[in-house]
């Protein structure tokens, strides 16, 4: 008989992390104090920290070594180019912007390329993206197919473009008024689910025609084109490697914040194949990040970055990284939990309408819920719901179909035990689902209000 073959790690642990345990009262403290909000709790409070995949990553021997070689020249950096260079390689692009993080590059790309009333089409939204295109002046428009919005439904690509809902703004607005579709690879907002290759080159042939670009988020891109060799026959022969270049060569452009799947700690980049474009954002970046071979980073970072893309790239890393998350998917359906499915890249989402029927959307299910989670077991998770949606401009809630709470992966972090310790806390907080109240907002800030913003219990 032939066992199955299990999706072990690809790496042994060198260095351990000590943590904090805490009691449930030190927690229920914790909490109130942070205003029910997981992002006001204090780090060390915190067991198992499933906030976000952004930024805390594990890094590699060869990571570390890396950043004792950094350049930390003002200008001209021997670690720009190395980290140019590793771009062009891997992703294609041809010119490069250094930025601190992936909202540095959205700001300066939405600043040179979106004019006041312009429309921009994407796969869902993205809270920063969406917030830097609405502050250069344009309008986010929704074009992901339904499926996106439900997470019960199966199809295999929900991150995919409906093409008569692109067809239909452009028929309305003209492509003159749509300087881009904002494309992410592994749709963060809809549960980590991938675009078909099928469906951008489709995407692709459309937007030739029309002449529009395609402007690539590509944070999870190492996931997504994981996910295409897995599910879509005609790339199954293909690595991750040569997927995530052929994803690239269908854009004009990208923004990267390379905290998630570049495996490191900070940092990020804008690239385009345009030379104006370019050369507009090399003098801008010098304005808000800093000089266009830096751009906010140190040299150190920079290394670190070049050494991450080409690990992230490994079929085996990805295996044993979406292997993690499904398993922790698993365990809890094992429990009768409801999560969106099919299991994305980078995490679990809860799914808070179902979990809490009792609560309205604006009594803050996903909110609550998160705060339950961390009192149950110091493990801390997000809200992906009405809170993170925010506002439009005329003041009125967004009100988004999928209420979540993500149980985000670090890379590289935690081991299988976790994953069972994760899995248990959630299904005893099910058991007591019916006794969890809402909560009220006490504080709002006016700009990406979830970071921030405060409750308290109904
Ligand atoms: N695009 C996507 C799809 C993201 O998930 C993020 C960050 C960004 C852009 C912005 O990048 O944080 O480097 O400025 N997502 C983090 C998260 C914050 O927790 O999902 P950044």
Redesign the pocket.
Same mark, same amino acid.
């Given at each position: 008989m032939k066992h199955k073959k299990s999706w072990a790690e690809p790496y042994r642990i060198k260095m351990v992390e000590l943590l904090k345990m805490t009691s449930e009262k030190d927690r229920k403290k914790a909490i109130k104090e942070a205003g029910y909000n997981t992002f006001l709790l204090k780090a060390e409070d915190v067991y198992i920290d499933l906030l !976000?995949d $952004?930024g805390t990553n594990a890094m590699s021997d060869m990571q570390w070594s890396a950043l004792m070689t950094g350049d930390e020249a003002y200008a001209g950096s021997k670690s720009f180019y190395n980290m140019e260079k590793a771009i062009q390689k891997y992703y294609g692009y041809k010119y490069i912007i250094p930025t601190h993080? =992936?909202?540095g590059a959205?700001n300066i790309l939405s600043k040179i390329l979106i004019k006041p009333g312009d429309i921009v089409p994407g796969n869902m939204y993205?809270t !920063?993206?969406r917030l830097h295109q609405e502050l250069a002046g344009g309008t986010f428009a929704d074009i992901i197919i339904d499926e996106a919005h439900d997470p019960k439904n199966l199809h295999p690509f929900k991150g995919n473009v409906d093409l008569d809902k692109l067809d239909a703004l452009v028929k309305k607005h003209g492509s003159k008024k749509i300087p881009y579709i904002s494309i992410?690879t592994n749709v963060?907002m809809a549960g980590g689910q991938p675009i078909s290759m099928a469906n951008l080159k489709e995407l692709r042939a459309y937007t030739q025609k029309h002449g529009i670009r395609i402007i690539h988020?590509m !944070?999870r891109v190492a996931e997504n084109a994981y996910f295409i060799q897995q599910r879509e026959e005609e790339y199954k022969n293909k690595s991750v490697m040569e997927i995530v270049k052929e994803i690239c060569s269908l854009t004009d452009g990208a923004t990267m $914040?390379a +905290? +998630?799947d570049a495996l490191v700690n900070i940092g =990020?980049f804008m690239a385009t194949n345009e030379w104006d474009v370019y050369e507009e954002a090399r003098n801008m970046v010098v304005v808000y990040e800093g000089l266009h071979t830096y751009g906010g980073l140190a040299g150190r970072d920079m290394e670190a970055i070049a050494v991450g893309i080409k690990e992230s790239l490994d079929d085996n890393h990805q295996h044993a990284r979406v292997g993690q998350v499904e398993y922790l998917g698993h365990k809890m359906m094992e429990f009768n939990v409801p999560i969106v499915l099919p299991i994305g890249g980078h995490g679990i989402f809860v799914d808070a309408k179902e979990f809490l029927p009792h609560l309205t959307q604006d009594q803050f299910p996903s909110q609550s819920l998160a705060a339950e989670v961390y009192i149950d077991s110091g493990v801390r998770t997000m809200e992906r719901g009405i809170v993170s949606a925010g506002r439009k401009a005329d003041g009125t809630n967004y009100y988004p179909k999928l209420e979540l709470v993500r149980f !985000?992966m670090p890379r590289r972090v935690y081991t299988q035990a976790h994953m069972d310790v994760i899995a248990e806390s959630i299904a005893n907080v099910y058991d007591r689902r019916h006794k969890i109240k809402g909560l009220k907002m006490v504080y709002e800030p006016k700009y990406l209000r979830f970071f921030q913003a405060r409750f308290e219990k109904l």
């Open positions: !976000t $952004s993080q =992936g909202r959205e993205f !920063t993206t992410a963060n988020d !944070t $914040s +905290k +998630k =990020g !985000t």
